[in-house]
């Protein structure tokens, strides 16, 4: 074991601040991975703050993490010392059940274990602790390939918000000819706005933010519709093939269910404290679907790194100091994130 820095929060409501904890050596199969960048995604606040009921204090979140290979087990074939590695928002799975077997460790019938909050195998009584730290610890069967061509910092959130809402886009196979909404233009959203533009579907996005329209069309959008106009929403009525719901808040879902065509669907991905309430109707007609989906599997992760290479896509960033954290979750609770913090990691402090 090694001592390492980070910063987690003590509790529901202590504010994120210096935390000091034990990493595990690497075992013949690990990379350890000097983190250079870690994007902060909404689920980083749910978790600190307890809002899905599921958190073990101390809480050090971050599963966005890009950084430098910095060592390997013996048995490590995929990286070698020197070379760029990804972590995303799983580092182990049970590798056997059938969802395992199938590339889809997110929905792991035994519970995969996430980058943070979660029991850590490798470490009895200890909890996972997350990339708002120095350096992390994770089996070379989790740790992805990044693209050389981009912009490192930038390709941080594409490990969570990029294969959230990759792996759904790809699921319904959204693309030429059909018509994508968009809900909410957060990390998550604007994401989505490029992966689904890319697809060559026509996207729409649906905010509460009229002054966020001018950066929609720039990051993929093709049309702009402010979620808190009735009549805007009323002509946008069951004319949607595909709508992906990333708003981290309460908000009326039957507002969005009601914009989708026969047999199309409402992929609910954002994850919001309090349940949704759905009209029996808004499904009954006509005949529409309500889904959710998780994150994404490891190779579904891998091709979306791949193909965001290959379009030169990433995340549009604003970057912050280590000790910025709290002020960016306020702003982010405000929706006001331009359109995903990321987190220099040598701006952490030494020792907590
Ligand atoms: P974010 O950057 O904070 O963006 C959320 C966006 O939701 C805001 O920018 C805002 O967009 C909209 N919004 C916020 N409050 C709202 C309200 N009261 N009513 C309507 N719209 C509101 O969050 P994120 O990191 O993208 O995460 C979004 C959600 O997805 C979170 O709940 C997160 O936990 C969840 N998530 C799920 C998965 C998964 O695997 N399913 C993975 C990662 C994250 P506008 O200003 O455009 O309205
Ligand atoms: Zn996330
Ligand atoms: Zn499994």
Same mark, same amino acid.
């Given at each position: 074991?090694?001592?390492?820095?980070?910063?987690?929060?003590?509790?529901?409501?202590?504010?994120?601040?210096?935390?000091?904890?034990?990493?595990?050596?690497?075992?013949?199969?690990?990379?350890?991975?000097?983190?250079?960048?870690?994007?902060?995604?909404?689920?980083?606040?749910?978790?600190?703050?307890?809002?899905?009921?599921?958190? %073990?204090?101390?809480?050090?979140? @971050? $599963?966005?993490?890009?950084?430098?290979?910095? =060592?390997? #087990?013996?048995? /490590? *074939?995929? +990286?070698?010392?020197?070379?760029?590695?990804?972590?995303?928002?799983?580092?182990?799975?049970?590798?056997?059940?059938?969802?395992?077997?199938?590339?889809?460790?997110?929905?792991?019938?035994?519970?995969?274990?996430?980058?943070?909050?979660?029991?850590?195998?490798?470490?009895?009584?200890?909890?996972?602790?997350?990339?708002?730290?120095?350096?992390?610890?994770?089996?070379?069967?989790?740790?992805?390939?990044?693209?050389?061509?981009?912009?490192?910092?930038?390709?941080?959130?594409?490990?969570?918000?990029?294969?959230?809402?990759?792996?759904?886009?790809?699921?319904?196979?959204?693309?030429?000819?059909?018509?994508?909404?968009? %809900?909410?233009?957060?990390?998550? @959203? $604007?994401?989505?706005?490029?992966?689904?533009? =890319?697809? #060559?579907?026509? /996207? *729409?996005? +649906?905010?509460?933010?009229?002054?966020?329209?001018?950066?929609?069309?720039?990051?993929?959008?093709?049309?702009?519709?402010?979620?808190?106009?009735?009549?805007?929403?009323?002509?946008?009525?069951?004319?949607?093939?595909?709508?992906?719901?990333?708003?981290?808040?309460?908000?009326?879902?039957?507002?969005?269910?009601?914009?989708?065509?026969?047999?199309?669907?409402?992929?609910?991905?954002?994850?919001?404290?309090?349940?949704?309430?759905?009209?029996?109707?808004?499904?009954?007609?006509?005949?529409?679907?309500?889904?959710?989906?998780?994150?994404?599997?490891?190779?579904?992760?891998?091709?979306?790194?791949?193909?965001?290479?290959?379009?030169?896509?990433?995340?549009?960033?604003?970057?912050?100091?280590?000790?910025?954290?709290?002020?960016?979750?306020?702003?982010?609770?405000?929706?006001?994130?331009?359109?995903?913090?990321?987190?220099?990691?040598?701006?952490?402090?030494?020792?907590?």
């Amino acid at each position: 074991m090694f001592a390492c820095t980070g910063y987690a929060a003590e509790s529901a409501t202590a504010p994120l601040a210096p935390f000091s904890f034990q990493r595990r050596s690497p075992g013949p199969n690990d990379v350890q991975i000097d983190i250079l960048y870690c994007g902060v995604c909404h689920s980083d606040i749910h978790t600190a703050r307890g809002e899905w009921g599921n958190s %073990v204090w101390p809480v050090c979140p @971050g $599963h966005e993490i890009v950084g430098r290979v910095s =060592a390997v #087990g013996g048995d /490590v *074939t995929k +990286f070698k010392v020197g070379d760029l590695a990804g972590v995303g928002c799983m580092v182990d799975s049970c590798r056997e059940c059938a969802s395992c077997r199938d590339g889809l460790e997110q929905y792991c019938e035994n519970g995969f274990t996430g980058t943070y909050n979660d029991p850590d195998k490798n470490m009895p009584g200890s909890r996972t602790y997350g990339g708002y730290s120095k350096v992390i610890v994770v089996d070379q069967d989790f740790v992805l390939r990044i693209p050389e061509n981009l912009e490192l910092a930038a390709v941080a959130p594409l490990l969570c918000a990029g294969i959230t809402t990759y792996s759904p886009l790809r699921h319904w196979r959204v693309g030429p000819g059909q018509k994508v909404g968009i %809900v909410g233009l957060g990390g998550l @959203g $604007h994401m989505a706005l490029k992966l689904a533009h =890319a697809m #060559g579907a026509e /996207v *729409t996005l +649906f905010t509460t933010s009229p002054n966020k329209a001018e950066d929609a069309k720039r990051l993929g959008a093709h049309r702009v519709v402010v979620s808190r106009d009735a009549d805007a929403m009323a002509a946008e009525t069951a004319s949607f093939d595909f709508i992906l719901d990333c708003v981290s808040a309460d908000h009326d879902i039957n507002a969005y269910l009601r914009l989708i065509k026969r047999d199309g669907t409402l992929c609910q991905v954002g994850a919001p404290e309090k349940p949704l309430a759905i009209s029996a109707f808004s499904v009954i007609f006509p005949r529409r679907h309500f889904a959710g989906s998780l994150i994404g599997g490891i190779a579904e992760t891998q091709e979306m790194l791949d193909f965001c290479g290959e379009h030169g896509i990433t995340a549009d960033i604003e970057m912050i100091a280590m000790d910025e954290i709290n002020e960016a979750y306020e702003r982010m609770i405000a929706s006001d994130v331009k359109y995903r913090f990321v987190i220099d990691m040598a701006t952490m402090p030494k020792a907590a």
